[in-house]
């Protein structure tokens, strides 16, 4: 992919956005001194060029729920690629499907009741599982949410964290369909949000607000085409033989410019640190087997290459 020139206006929105992607076009006009058209229009441009892919409320896992992780190593899925990735597409508990490279082919995240989850991953396993040499289930149980740093010319950071389950509440209608509507997009405005309900505009406002003040998300988050930036996505996925040092080594990995994102696990994979980065991760690997390299069963990484569905719902 061709890397665009952005200007400097274009990197302040980014940083703007960064901060807080339900940031107003009026506040933003009035942060970088321009006109309100002037940054809807660049605003459009960056999205059109895939620059900014959307607006991710990251919506906590409730009680109820769970999330897993399906990892896969293709084995012949060759023309049968397509179909496969239309048909989790169309899964409603299929939160996030990427297309990778290194120690797995294909990285599915699942969302949902216990059973709807796993019935998910039982149904994918035996529409393809004999396309597949490898398969690895791991099940989430925390999160750390980082912004994307390194859009910032200082060291700019803020962290978000969720522990899966700790939620105990069920929404109703109306806070189910707001919740998904900015699943969706969390730039929606309370129009867009309003409509398919019978509510006005004020009730959707006040009832949003509530939800964002109720940490319903544990992060609303600007997603960006890492490649268009000249960048690389990829996910660290480590197992430790010294359990006792995760908490040690996610904080450390908290500090690194490179990491945006931390997810814990249960199951071979202890946890996985979601990083971005310009052309090698030699330096970050390095710091990290320096001081964890003891701890260290695993480290494997993983490149994404192509993510194919973000929406995390009710």
Request: proline content about 1%; glycine content about 4%; some cysteine.
């Amino acid at each position: 992919m061709k890397k665009l020139k952005l200007s400097k206006l274009d990197w302040k929105l980014l940083q703007l956005l960064d901060k807080n992607p339900q940031e107003t076009v009026s506040s933003l006009a009035k942060k970088c001194i321009t006109s309100k058209e002037r940054i809807h229009y660049r605003i459009k441009r960056l999205e059109e060029h895939d620059v900014i892919t959307g607006y991710w409320a990251l919506m906590r896992i409730p009680a109820h729920a769970s999330a897993y992780k399906l990892l896969i190593k293709d084995r012949s899925l060759g023309a049968k690629t397509k179909e496969f990735i239309q048909h989790i597409i169309q899964m409603p508990q299929a939160g996030w499907i990427a297309h990778t490279q290194g120690a797995w082919d294909y990285i599915i995240s699942i969302y949902g009741p216990d059973y709807e989850a796993t019935t998910c991953i039982q149904e994918i396993l035996t529409h393809y599982g004999t396309y597949f040499s490898e398969k690895m289930i791991i099940k989430a149980t925390h999160a750390t949410s980082i912004n994307e740093r390194y859009v910032h010319d200082n060291a700019y950071v803020t962290t978000h964290t969720d522990t899966f389950g700790s939620i105990h509440r069920q929404y109703d209608e109306l806070e189910t369909h707001i919740i998904n509507k900015l699943a969706q997009n969390a730039r929606s405005t309370y129009t867009e949000i309003a409509q398919g309900t019978d509510k006005s505009i004020e009730t959707i406002r006040k009832k949003t607000k509530e939800l964002i003040e109720k940490k319903t998300f544990t992060d609303i988050k600007l997603r960006i085409n890492h490649e268009a930036l000249g960048l690389k996505y990829a996910h660290i996925m480590i197992s430790l033989r010294k359990y006792d040092k995760k908490e040690a080594l996610r904080m450390h990995a908290i500090q690194q410019k490179e990491v945006v994102f931390i997810m814990e696990h249960l199951g071979h994979y202890d946890l996985h640190l979601e990083v971005v980065y310009e052309n090698s991760l030699e330096q970050l690997r390095n710091n990290i087997t320096e001081l964890f390299g003891e701890a260290i069963q695993r480290f494997d990484v993983v490149e994404i290459l192509k993510e194919h569905r973000i929406y995390l719902h009710l």
